[in-house]
């Protein structure tokens, strides 16, 4: 939930640019792959977190085979990424529901990975039947760096390293790939911030105020402390919700200062000496 005064939430004059405020190359390492398919699909046979038959839980390295109702391809490794499959059950109405892929795995920075579905069954017991557009691209003959525009594209980056893992083409009833947002994009600006911090604090350490301390405040606290920690700033204001400051070329700076509360507790055991504690 963005707070309304640090200006990010959409009101009746402003609509909220996410993408365009936090940018990113690609999806989340630990994304979960959605599906809305028509009709519902069931999990018979697929591996999934909750079953009553163990062995659908347990038995993960099958979700890695290409006979697996649903595959997650790396392409680069040609290998099948183990993952479950599951529906998300809390929209009221199963026609809500939303088919889940759950890597197992953390998937890699920067990496290309394709989605695959074939041999579902829709809840009658019936082949579930491929869009329309798909089927056509899926239909059409070609190989790798054959075809025009979004054909060739198909036919290229996703039908033929599916071909190559030994997945017949004709037996997809859906397909796609994705790419998985690189290391700087996922963490570049919070490692900058840090490399920073460091460097101020290796400089001098943080100043420290005492603003109260009490004396026995119950009986497990033998003195407590409360304080404030001058630390630099790397957001736009010190309020929660802000963006961070950024210097011409990007690349978050510092800011000034800002002062953090702190409570020190000190237990009777440290306070007393009687028990040895860390320094």
């Known amino acids: 939930v963005m707070p309304y005064q640090a200006g990010l939430a959409p009101s009746a004059e402003t609509a ?28 018979t046979d697929l591996v999934q977190p909750f079953a009553n038959d163990v062995s659908l839980t347990t038995d993960i390295d099958r979700s890695a085979t290409k006979t697996h109702g649903t595959l997650l391809l790396d392409t680069v490794t040609g290998q099948f990424v183990p ?12 026609k809500d529901h939303l088919f889940m892929l759950r890597p197992a795995v953390r998937l890699e920075p920067g990496r290309r990975y394709v989605v695959a579905l074939h041999g ?4 009658q017991g019936s082949l579930i039947v491929p869009p329309k557009t798909f089927a056509d691209l899926r239909d059409a003959e070609g190989g790798a760096g054959t075809g025009q525009g979004r054909q060739m594209y198909w036919n290229t980056n996703i039908f033929a390293p599916l071909q190559a ?77 802000t963006f961070l400051k950024r210097d011409a070329t990007g690349k978050p700076v510092q800011n000034g200062t800002a002062q953090v509360p702190f409570t020190l507790l000190i237990p009777p055991s440290v306070w007393s000496g009687k028990v040895a504690a860390p320094a």
Not at 24 to 38: C, L, R
Not at 83 to 94: G, I, V, Y
């Open 16 to 43: 909220l640019d996410f993408p365009g405020s936090f940018a990113s190359d690609g999806f989340g390492i630990t994304q979960q792959i959605a599906i809305k398919i028509p009709g519902g699909v069931t999990l």
């Open 83 to 94: 993952h479950f499959a599951d529906l998300d059950t809390l929209p009221p109405e199963p």
């Open 120 to 123: 579902l069954k829709s809840p």
């Open 165 to 241: 893992a030994g997945v017949a083409r004709q037996s997809l009833q859906l397909a796609w790939d994705f790419t998985v947002q690189s290391k700087n994009s996922a963490m570049g600006d919070m490692l900058a911030v840090r490399d920073q911090a460091l460097a101020v604090f290796a400089a001098a350490p943080p100043a420290v105020t005492i603003l109260s301390v009490t004396e026995d405040p119950d009986q497990y606290i033998a003195r407590r402390v409360e304080g404030e920690l001058t630390v630099p700033l790397y957001m736009q204001a010190p309020e929660a919700g």
